[in-house]
């Protein structure tokens, strides 16, 4: 007899196959970011249910799909930002980009390269990479609260990532919690994901409206210069308008102004006195 066999069952060895079964192409989408947000959320959420129990993965696997939703929300915006706005262009060109990202990704993807190694589950690098990629500082910003609650997800996200649900102690000292003789399991039932949906929605939200006010500002102002006409001025603008406006909050009535895109043009550039 083999004493090495006696703790548990005999294995083989394995290997993952065909890698390329995992993963499929992808039609680049037309939407605005914050559309394939919303289109991932209301996907996500349709996985669960009122009776879903805090004690299962189901939520907690939720949680993580929701919280990934929000991340690639960050990757996109800012990698459109990169293209279409001189001053981040000008940030850009300050930073560094793995070349294997240059090497894999298609031309017309490559600024998604720029932060491949950045993990947006954590405002601290959402406020770090938007004041190293766009210029703007939301430390002092209007975001700051939802920045915080979000946080406290990520903080969550933490422990059903890497520990199983259970809660580590650093995350558990960030969230306040009071310690424990036992082990803390993080549970997540239907109200608790989307209670995390509305905080993740908040912040998207947020940020949109945030960066479309910048970048209208600087399409007022910095953008300008001796080779401007009209023509370029509507390209732009359109361009601005396509990445943030929300085709699906204009179907749900949600938008709180209604309007094309030339009369909120015409708004932005009679506030900046534009002739």
């Known amino acids: ?64 799909a929701i919280i990934s939703s929000t991340e690639n929300y960050f990757r996109t915006l800012l990698g459109k930002m990169i293209i279409i706005c001189p001053e981040s262009k000008k940030k850009a060109a300050e930073n560094n980009i793995n070349f294997g990202s240059v090497l894999w990704h298609p031309h017309e993807s490559i600024e998604r390269g720029a932060f491949e190694h950045v993990s947006f589950s954590d405002s601290k690098k959402i406020i770090e990479m938007t004041r190293k990629y766009i210029g703007l500082e939301l430390n002092k910003s209007d975001l700051v609260p939802i920045l915080k609650e979000f946080n406290k997800v990520c903080e969550l996200r933490h422990g059903i990532v890497h520990s199983a649900r259970i809660l580590a102690g650093k995350n558990a000292l960030m969230l306040d919690l009071p310690s424990s003789n036992k082990a803390q399991f993080i549970t997540i039932g239907y109200g608790q994901l989307q209670n995390i949906a509305s905080i993740c929605t908040t912040l998207v939200v947020s ?22 006409t009209t023509q370029i001025e509507n390209e732009y603008f359109k361009k601005i308008w396509n990445i943030f406006y929300s085709k699906i909050d204009k179907s749900n009535n949600a938008i709180p102004e209604s309007g094309t895109w030339v009369k909120c043009k015409n708004l932005i550039k009679a506030e900046y006195q534009l002739s």
């Open 207 to 228: 940020y949109n409206q945030k960066l479309f006010e910048v970048m209208a500002k600087r399409w007022a102002t910095s953008w300008r210069n001796s080779n401007w």
């Open 1 to 64: 007899m083999d004493w090495k066999k006696f703790i548990s069952q005999s294995v083989g060895q394995e290997q993952l196959g065909n890698l390329a079964d995992f993963v499929q192409d992808k039609i680049n989408s037309e939407n605005a970011p914050i559309d394939d947000f919303y289109n991932e959320i209301r996907t996500i959420l349709a996985l669960g249910s009122p009776d879903m129990t805090s004690t299962d993965w189901h939520g907690p696997m939720n949680a993580i």
